[in-house]
């Protein structure tokens, strides 16, 4: 993976949610997880959709759905922006 600088900047975002989503996002620890996370949004960038998918995602947690894992969020978040 190219380190563009910017890795990890995606869990910057989160400082702005309130407390309980917060403490979410950041119990994304496995780095298989934030690996993926960080290849989903190098995929967003090369659309210049990085911000939006990130906020979906956001929306996503918001809503509670507690089956769907933070990898799936970012890959259905990208899906729909990409289309």
């Not at 119990?27 to 989903?40: F, N």
């Amino acid at each position: 993976m190219i380190n563009s600088g910017r890795e990890w900047d995606w869990m910057d975002v989160w400082d702005n949610v309130n407390k309980p989503l917060y403490d979410k996002i950041k119990k994304v620890r496995k780095q298989s997880d934030l690996e993926a996370i960080e290849e989903i949004l190098q995929q967003a960038d090369a659309h210049d959709l990085r911000e939006e998918v990130i906020r979906s995602v956001a929306r996503e947690i918001e809503k509670g759905d507690e089956e769907m894992s933070i990898v799936d969020a970012y890959r259905h978040a990208l899906n729909d922006w990409v289309k």
